[in-house]
């Protein structure tokens, strides 16, 4: 069983700037594909960023040129720097583990982008 916990979001700006953390509960961490996913209210769960286990990143193209994922196998984590938010990035936005077909959530955290 692998526990996600994101945190890092709140209330910005629009050209404003967030930087979401995702803490894994696992030391085998590193053999995880990891993602950020977000759900505006309406809207369907869509990808925004993946990185692989080996490093390997994309992007949703909304976001591409802004967002960056990066992440730290020594401390479990994985990281969303987000920069020039605008009011459609306005979502809560969930981290997501995967490995041979074993998926886990955080619980996910509010990102309101509004002046």
């Known amino acids: 069983q692998v526990q996600l916990v994101e945190s890092g979001g709140g209330l910005v700006q629009p050209g404003g700037s967030l930087r979401l953390s995702c803490a894994a509960s696992?030391?085998?961490?590193?053999?995880?594909?990891m993602a950020w996913y977000r759900q505006a209210p309406g809207k369907q769960r869509e990808l925004v960023a993946r990185?692989?286990?080996?490093?390997?990143?994309n992007y949703a193209g909304s976001v591409k040129g802004r967002f960056t994922i990066s992440r730290d196998n020594a401390k479990s984590t994985m990281y969303l720097q987000m920069n020039s938010l605008k009011p459609e990035d306005t979502a809560v936005y969930s981290c997501n583990a995967y490995r041979m077909g074993n998926d886990y959530w955080g619980q996910g955290t509010q990102v309101t982008v509004s002046s």
């Open positions: 696992r030391s085998i961490f590193s053999r995880y594909d």
């Open positions: 990185i692989t286990s080996g490093g390997n990143k």
